[in-house]
């Protein structure tokens, strides 16, 4: 297995986000389940953390600066 940034996994987590809310969506429309549409929208909520931790990650790979020597990890 290649040794990929953990960037790299952050961005295919808030990929599979949002794949997970369109297709949990489009199967409320086909189906009008309710339930399946309160899925997709706590689906939202893997989102938003998906992008935290997008942030969380690039901003850790900073390199040192003058306020922070040692690095942003
Ligand atoms: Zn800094």
Redesign the pocket.
Known sequence: MKNRSARFYTLLSVGAAVLTILLKTEAYLLTGSVGLLSDAAESVVNLVAAIVATWAVTFAA?PP?D??AFG?R
Do not use: A, T
């Open positions: 900073k600066d306020e922070h942003h």
